[in-house]
Nanobody, 117 residues
Framework: VQLQASGGGLVQTGGSLRLSCSAS????????MGWFRQAPGKEREFVAA????????YVADSVSGRFTISRDNAKNTVYLQMNSLKPEDTAVYYC???????????WGKGTQVTVSS
């Protein structure tokens, strides 16, 4: 499966963005999907994951209550709705696919999110 993330940009503290990740391949609906991020000088970290059906999802504690992951299998797309953004959310965001508890088998190119203070 090939993945392409989009929707990043520059936003002020407290603002919102919605990231999208389009997938190619007929097996999209069989994979759990995830979002990870990597800030400058830091390791890549998990943000959110959603099951193949979309019925189950979980997010990192650092974004709980602010970020929501969803998917539309008919459109081969997964989303990350980010609200109440903080400067510490600034990072390159990557979408991924794989097992539900570690969806890191396939990676797309990242999209930059910058939150200004």
């Amino acid at each position: 499966v090939q993945l392409q993330a989009s929707g990043g940009g520059l936003v002020q503290t407290g603002g919102s963005l919605r990231l999208s990740c389009s997938a190619s391949g007929r097996t999209f609906s069989t994979y759990a999907m995830g979002w990870f991020r990597q800030a400058p000088g830091k390791e890549r970290e998990f943000v959110a994951a959603i099951s193949w059906s979309g019925n189950s999802a979980y997010v990192a504690d650092s974004v709980s209550g602010r970020f929501t992951i969803s998917r539309d299998n008919a459109k081969n797309t997964v989303y990350l709705q980010m609200n109440s953004l903080k400067p510490e959310d600034t990072a390159v965001y990557y979408c991924s696919a794989g097992p539900y508890r570690n969806p890191s088998d396939y990676w797309g190119k990242g999209t930059q999110v910058t939150v200004s203070s």
